[in-house]
């Protein structure tokens, strides 16, 4: 994201008009760019490893969450460092296990 220094409001005005109506930004002296706009016919490809991270994604458990949540609100929460450190663990080597497959 570029940020711009002006005072000129008449040109920040512009800009962020061109910007809201989905204008490619101008190219930078010495640059040459491509507009592209995005279409219904993009698409978007996983690796191997981001699909088989989304695929094991476990299953939202919306009880355990309010659970957790009334104990923080209660003041009642105490988590558990070491469980915490042993499954960070854990699942960085079953991550490293998936990479080198």
Known sequence: MKIVHTTD???????????AAGEARPAAAGTATAASTPSESATVKLSSTAASLMASTPEFDAEKVAAIRQAIADGTFKPNAEAIADKLIANAQELLQRMNR
């Open 9 to 19: 409001s008449a040109a920040l005005a512009a800009g962020q008009s061109r910007l």
